[in-house]
């Protein structure tokens, strides 16, 4: 007890410490001061009359006022001078808060990277670009960002929690960037009423401002920051931000949004009995958005309708546990990091890309895709309302919703609600707890599901995190194990690092608002590396060297149920390519035979197999970009042989690109022999940042289905948008030819309605 006594009380001080150390405000006419250590503060400029957004940089403030120079690399080399020169103004007026870059580059236009328009597009951030994060209340937690590429395509998203990211949170704000003799200009203007923030004079945000040179893969900053933070995580470490003074701020809007939609739908059907054809009707509905608070927002919804939303990626599962399909309806999306439950701060070494689904034994306690999807089926949405923001120091979720019954997927109507608290405590440290229920439980008719745990982030001087949870279920009548725990412990700065976990899950815990991919089970994992930058390696960047160790037993019978001990040698390469070799040796007990493909069975009982995997991933920044692996081995009491382009990307223009993807696995068994192929094509077209056409074309053998979707948005003002969607799903089963199950055409408008 003593010694957390002490620890608690040396976190507080070396925060309050790193705190006060920030630099005086800059006397006009300076703009920016800094300490020995880089920290910056920086001045707004207010404006007398509002900039003219048109990427022009001709105002006379531009002259007038001197811009912010001294940016500081991030990547490759770590606090030195970036290799070209970037100004920068911060300002601002009655309605907006704007910054403005003249961002030079020594080589000519046709050699800089700016090959994605598309609002929201990955590519953007893999892309020359320019912008910046705000932390508007100045928590050193949480903020919002924006930039854009010199094409004007554009990303916004919100950070909670130093890591947790939504990309699909998308505010109003303008952006316009324009070319000049040596560069490139950008100007941005995000209203207020766009944002949450403190009203009043002589507010203090946070800011920080990133520039990428992506053939050059060089990042640089407002303020300087670990080497393990480099590239595009730099936002994330908002505790590391500048400090923005000089801010006379218009009386915070209650920011009351109305977004009332109509769509009218056409669909085909054969999957149900008895069968839709061409069924033509309409509907309508709305979202609605009030500010309780400067920094509490609620929400409200009728008639929910998702239409628009992008079908799901089909996915090669060669195991006998689901997967975790990410979340696309924006809805729920926006304010997800509040109801993250025991989500740790990203770090550079340790943070996984966004993948299409996710294998992670870990469960949730709250999973969005519960609430209005069951079986692959679509659940009607009647309605609901979310509650989210922060009272001082509490970050608040509060979730209610009612899905309508649904008779193809024996779906009874239902109430979900969540409930989460989480307290900030030191400087990135917090602790919570989470209530999630469901009045109709789908594992035993005519009872409730209720779940709730308790959880803790703790960060010590930023590389070392501890954290963990301890949660329960409950379903009246049920009985065995009902809790779950986790503890993980993880030291991630640049060169080393090591990774400790251990999790229980009892034979009861069903947490049936959340995902559980596993149960019965307690699991221990390890993990080492070591990750040296050789200074006389030409064109190496980093060698990432990582050693794993994965037990899991059944926590019923205490039997070995999974083992797994990998190592992994990663080389990134200068210009962002990355080359590895991953071998690994499992042992799995197979509790009872399981169907791995149509007609083919596992037997019961323990088998020890070996692989490995060599990747080639081309930098992304590339007109050519991608990942190519390849997995030979054992598997199970056979042997496997799998081929996987993933992440690939053809920019045919900087309007159109094409990406596709194909995973083969050719599996040899005693059962007998199987070939498992996705095959999937996405194709993209941007008429502008704000209206573009989408196409995806896929095709899985292990069910034989081949799908399409196509989507076209068009943002016709700020916040309003139109969508036109066709899908459709054939079956190749019957007759080897592909047969409709399911077609819709859909054509949805929504119109934001601010007050």
Known sequence: ??????????????????????????????????????????????????????????????????????????????????????????????????????????????????????????????????????????????????????????????????????????????????????????????????????????????????????????????????????????????????????????????????????????????????????????????????????????????????????????????????????????????????????????????????????????????????????????????????????????????????????????????????????????????????????SQSAAKAGESNQAYGVDGVFNFFGDLTAGGFYAKSHIAGVTGDEASYQTRVEWAPDHYGFQFERNKVGDAFNPEVGFLRRSAFARTYGEARYSPRPKHLKGIRQISMTGSVEYIESSVTAQMESRQQTGRVNVERENSDQFSVEGGTNFEFLPAAFTVARGIRIPSGGYTFNDVTARYAFGQQRRLSGTVSYQAGQFYSGHINAVTVSGARVSVTTRLSVEPSVSVNAVTLPAGDFTTTVLRARSDYAFSPRMFVSGLVQYGSNDRVFSSNLRFRWEYRPGSELFAVYTDERDTIPTGFPELKNRAFVVKVNRLLRF
């Open 1 to 438: 007890m003593r010694y957390a006594i002490l620890s608690t009380a040396l976190v507080a001080t070396v925060s309050s410490s790193l705190f006060a150390q920030q630099p005086p405000a800059p006397v006009a006419p300076a703009v920016i001061t800094r300490n020995e250590a880089k920290q910056a503060t920086v001045r707004a400029v207010k404006l007398a009359e509002p900039l003219r957004i048109d990427g022009r940089l001709d105002e006379a403030i531009y002259s007038a006022t001197l811009p912010i120079t001294d940016f500081i690399q991030t990547l490759p080399r770590n606090g030195e001078e970036p290799t070209e020169k970037t100004e920068a103004w911060v300002m601002f007026d009655a309605q907006n808060f704007y910054v403005s870059a003249r961002v030079w580059d020594s080589a000519p236009p046709n050699k800089w990277i700016a090959n994605e328009m598309r609002r929201d597009a990955n590519q953007v951030r893999q892309n020359d670009h320019f912008g910046f994060m705000i932390d508007t209340f100045h928590d050193r937690r949480n903020g919002y960002v924006f930039y854009s590429n010199p094409v004007g395509g554009r990303i916004d998203l919100s950070e909670a929690d130093e890591g947790n990211s939504n990309a699909d949170w998308n505010p109003v704000w303008a952006v316009r960037t324009g070319r000049f003799e040596g560069g490139w200009t950008i100007e941005m203007a995000v209203p207020f009423k766009s944002i949450r923030y403190m009203s009043g004079d002589g507010q203090t945000w946070g800011i920080q401002i990133r520039r990428a040179i992506r053939r050059k893969n060089e990042w640089a900053h407002l303020t300087p920051l670990p080497t393990v933070m480099g590239g595009s995580q730099g936002f994330f470490r908002i505790s590391a931000a500048a400090t923005l003074v000089g801010l006379e701020l218009p009386p915070a809007s209650r920011n009351i949004e109305l977004k009332p939609y109509g769509i009218a739908r056409s669909t085909t059907d054969r999957s149900v009995s008895p069968a839709i054809n061409n069924k033509n009707e309409g509907d309508i509905g709305f979202d609605a958005k009030y500010g309780i608070t400067a920094n509490l927002t609620a929400d409200f919804t009728y008639n929910t309708d998702f239409a628009q939303v992008e079908v799901d990626e089909q996915q090669v599962n060669l195991t006998r546990f689901s997967l975790q399909l990410p979340e696309k309806r924006e809805f729920f999306l926006e304010g997800r990091g509040i109801f993250s439950f025991a989500a740790f701060p990203t770090t550079g070494s340790s943070a996984s890309g966004g993948s299409a689904s996710s294998t992670s034994t870990v469960p949730l306690l709250f999973y969005s895709r519960r609430v209005g999807l069951n079986s692959g089926r679509v659940v009607p949405i009647q309605g609901g309302g979310r509650v989210t923001g922060k009272v001082g120091k509490f970050s608040i979720g509060l979730l209610n919703i009612e899905t309508d019954s649904e008779a193809a997927s024996k779906s009874p109507k239902t109430n979900f609600s969540v409930v989460r608290v989480k307290r900030d405590i030191f400087r990135r440290s917090a602790i919570g707890a989470m209530f999630t229920g469901r």
